[in-house]
């Protein structure tokens, strides 16, 4: 079973940052890609962002050119850096990756005060 561990939420004011991690239990290049999601309170999960193997970023619209998905080869981690927040990126941001199946890691709140 893979395991997807994430951290970095917190509390942010708006336009502030924050840097979220994900680390697999397995090596992250295993995975045909990688991407992280979040869902807002009363809200259905949303994709916010995807890496393929090859590294290849696709971004949803809310957040081009303010989030940057990357990867980290020599530490096997997938991180998402997130710039001039907004109270509506406010929610649970979830590690995603998929590999015949999908794997979900246990989310990290984020909170963004206006």
């Known amino acids: 079973q893979v395991q997807l561990v994430e951290s970095g939420g917190g509390l942010v004011q708006t336009g502030g940052s924050l840097d979220l991690s994900c680390e697999p239990s397995r090596n992250i290049y295993s995975f045909d890609h990688m991407g992280w999601y979040r869902q807002a309170p009363g809200k259905q999960r949303e994709v916010v962002a995807t890496?393929?193997?090859?590294?290849?970023?696709v971004y949803a619209d809310a957040v081009k050119g303010r989030f940057t998905i990357s990867r980290n080869n020599a530490k096997n981690t997938l991180h998402l850096h997130m710039n001039t927040l907004k109270p509506e990126d406010t929610g649970v941001y979830y590690c995603y990756a998929y590999s015949r199946v999908g794997y979900w890691g246990q989310g990290t709140q984020v909170t963004v005060s206006s």
């Open positions: 890496l393929t193997q090859s590294g290849l970023p």
